[in-house]
């Protein structure tokens, strides 16, 4: 009874979500981009969550001129599909409108293409791209145990060597990709004006100031406060209320 309850309750919660969803589609497309978000909202209020969702609901922060929560629903879209090229599009044009032109401090030499190359994709694709090479690396094998000619053998060989040589770099990169995501605390400013301050008290001197929008790395926590990371490495100290962590 308790089963049949449950499979009720989501089943209608799902059937709320989609309404809701289907709503909010209908209400942009009318130019209701306020009423939109509010629906778009409602959806999320059920746990519901998608790449799509966070990605229309961007788009009606963006159309409302609030460039705050536009990019952090764009940030969480790209989370939920980040090869999306219309997701990372969007982003950019969101970016464009804030105030703060944070240059990122570029890694240089061997780090810089290991960065490069692990993120050419996203980790879990590099986990699947392991999986495929190590299936083939296994029919390769066969191919080799079971031929007679030398040629093939040899031919065979090479083939299971250089997938075993792709499976150990796509793993690296998967694993490289995957510990990223787990040490990156990534927040949007929601404060129109925020200065950052020198050490976690209110009283304390003003370090730099942010406005709407940035992206900042949190590096440390401390009761109210969070130490916040420019993409320039300079840092200080915020209350927890002025940003939005994306997770």
Not at 83 to 103: P, R, W, Y
Request: proline residues 2%; glycine residues 6%; aromatic residues 14%.
């Amino acid at each position: 009874m308790k089963n049949i309850l449950y499979l009720l309750l989501l089943s209608v919660s799902f059937s709320f979500a989609q309404s809701g969803f289907e709503t909010g589609n209908a209400l942009y497309r009318k130019g209701h981009y306020a009423e939109a978000a509010d629906s778009y909202e409602s959806v999320l209020k059920t746990r519901k969550h998608s790449a799509e969702l966070y990605f229309n609901l961007g788009n009606c922060y963006y159309k409302l001129h609030k460039i705050a929560p536009a990019i952090y629903n764009y940030e969480k879209a790209l989370l939920l599909s980040p090869n999306d090229s219309e997701i990372k599009n969007n982003l950019k044009f969101a970016q464009k409108a804030a105030i703060d032109e944070v240059k990122d401090v570029p890694h240089v030499g061997f780090l810089k293409m290991i960065e490069n190359a692990a993120g050419i994709f996203a980790y879990d694709s590099w986990a699947w791209i392991a999986v495929v090479f190590a299936f083939v690396c296994l029919l390769l094998f066969a191919g080799y145990y079971f031929s007679a000619e030398a040629l093939r053998k040899r031919l065979f060989f090479m083939g299971m060597f250089a997938s075993i040589v792709v499976i150990g770099l796509s793993t690296g990169a998967a694993f490289i990709g995957k510990n990223a995501n787990a040490d990156d605390r990534e927040a949007i400013v929601f404060d129109d004006v925020l200065p950052v301050k020198t050490e976690p008290k209110a009283d304390a001197q003003d370090a730099f100031v942010l406005h709407e929008g940035t992206k900042v790395s949190i590096t440390d926590t401390l009761d109210v406060w969070r130490k916040v990371r420019i993409s320039d490495q300079t840092e200080g100290w915020v209350q927890a209320e002025s940003i939005k962590e994306i997770r």
